[in-house]
Every structure is written in structure tokens, then in C-alpha cells.
T-cell receptor, first 115, second 114 residues
Framework: AQSVTQLDSQVPVFEEAPVELRCNYSSSVSVYLFWYVQYPNQGLQLLLKYLSGSTLVKGINGFEAEFNKSQTSFHLRKPSVHISDTAEYFCAVSDQNTGGFKTIFGAGTRLFVKA | DGGITQSPKYLFRKEGQNVTLSCEQNLNHDAMYWYRQDPGQGLRLIYYSQIVNDFQKGDIAEGYSVSREKKESFPLTVTSAQKNPTAFYLC?????????????FGPGTRLTVL
């Protein structure tokens, strides 16, 4: 069975500092990986996704993530954050081989950017 | 603009009442989903639908019901059997049920039981 673990429930960071939000997954088959962002009282919006190919994936708003198969990780990074990046971030995984539709979401990491 | 709309944004319910949350999409997506979000628990799947007139239970379907009479609409009813319905409810859709398609989300409905 798949599972997703977001290692930090909250990450405070100063504006213009770099940030990394950590995500580990477990699955017995190959997976597709996603990061979504949720601003307060809104739905989720896709930041980026890994389907295949290059392990470094670039997304919107200057975010990128690196797929590491050996460590079963998909950490999200941004070199310089802005106040407007304050939001909750969700890592998600769905499996490939079984044609599985089910997407499993992590518990979320709340990023708080301070001035 | 294509997207997903949910209504109402806020909903208050007395104990023992059924309420229906609306979800409409104009993305021409086949698959639709309902999630429940509670603080610190991520998203939990309530029901999903692959096609009109077909839907399946997710992980926490007890106390909820859905219908899919039209491709663009997937309403969720929270029944009085749901023991703890206060939560944020999110509707989503995707091109098809099978991966790798990402899901598109509506703005959510916050349900509070008084």
C-alpha cells in the first residue's frame, strides 16, 4: 500500500531565505508524484508533478522538486521565498503499474514566511 | 474560464439535518472526487466517480451520499448519520480516473454543525 509522509508539519522561514519541504513516500510499484499548494480557505492548486524523465522538476512560482528513487523522496525547494508563499503544501502520490487512480495525500506542511 | 465551483462557501447545519454541497465543473472531465479535510490530517477521499451514473465509496464514505446524473455535476449529501461532519469539503476533477492525471480542485465548502 502507498503512503506519504511529510516530515515537517510547520516550517517558519524568513523572507528571501531558501526553503525545503520534505516528502517521503512508500510504494511497491513505480509512482507519479505531485506537490499542491493551498492558500487559506481555498482549494488546492498544482505546483508541479513528476511523471517520468528528469528527476528535477520545475513548477510554478519558482518552486522545484527532486525525485530520488533510492531514498523514496520528493522534496520541494525554493531558493528565495516571499511573504506570498505562506500557505499549506501537500505532497501526493499515485501508483503507475496498476492503473491506479487513487491519489494519496500527505498531511501537509504549513509554510510561514516572516518579514 | 474553465474550473470547478462549489457552493455554498460556508454552511451551517443543525444536528440531525441532511445538507447537500454542490460541485460543478466545466472542464469536461470524466472523473470527479469529494474529499474531507481536517486540520493536520491531509485529504481523505469520501466518494469518487469515473463516469455519469457511476460512483464508488472512498475511505470514509459512511454518513455521506452522492449522485452523478450529469457529467458536470457531483453533489455530496452529508446525512445525519455522519457523526462528526464539521470539516472543510473539497471537490475535485481530473481528465480520467487513472493516473497520471492531476486533480483540479474547487474552492471548498466549510461545514459547521451547530
Amino acid at each position: 500500500a502507498q503512503s506519504v509522509t511529510q516530515l515537517d508539519s510547520q516550517v517558519p522561514v524568513f523572507e528571501e531565505a531558501p526553503v525545503e519541504l520534505r516528502c517521503n513516500y512508500s510504494s511497491s510499484v513505480s509512482v507519479y508524484l505531485f506537490w499542491y499548494v493551498q492558500y487559506p480557505n481555498q482549494g488546492l492548486q498544482l505546483l508541479l508533478k513528476y511523471l517520468s524523465g528528469s528527476t528535477l522538476v520545475k513548477g510554478i512560482n519558482g518552486f522545484e522538486a527532486e525525485f530520488n528513487k533510492s531514498q523514496t523522496s520528493f522534496h520541494l525547494r525554493k531558493p528565495s521565498v516571499h511573504i506570498s508563499d505562506t500557505a499549506e503544501y501537500f505532497c501526493a502520490v499515485s501508483d503507475q503499474n496498476t492503473g491506479g487512480f487513487k491519489t494519496i495525500f500527505g498531511a501537509g506542511t504549513r509554510l510561514f514566511v516572516k518579514a | 474560464d474553465g474550473g470547478i465551483t462549489q457552493s455554498p462557501k460556508y454552511l451551517f447545519r443543525k444536528e440531525g439535518q441532511n445538507v447537500t454541497l454542490s460541485c460543478e465543473q466545466n472542464l469536461n472531465h470524466d472523473a470527479m472526487y469529494w474529499y474531507r479535510q481536517d486540520p493536520g490530517q491531509g485529504l481523505r477521499l469520501i466518494y469518487y466517480s469515473q463516469i455519469v451514473n457511476d460512483f464508488q465509496k472512498g475511505d470514509i464514505a459512511e454518513g455521506y451520499s452522492v449522485s452523478r446524473e450529469k457529467k458536470e455535476s457531483f453533489p455530496l449529501t452529508v446525512t445525519s448519520a455522519q457523526k462528526n461532519p464539521t470539516a472543510f469539503y473539497l471537490c475535485a476533477s481530473s481528465i480520467a480516473l487513472v493516473s497520471p492525471y492531476e486533480q483540479f480542485f474547487g474552492p471548498g465548502t466549510r461545514l459547521t454543525v451547530l
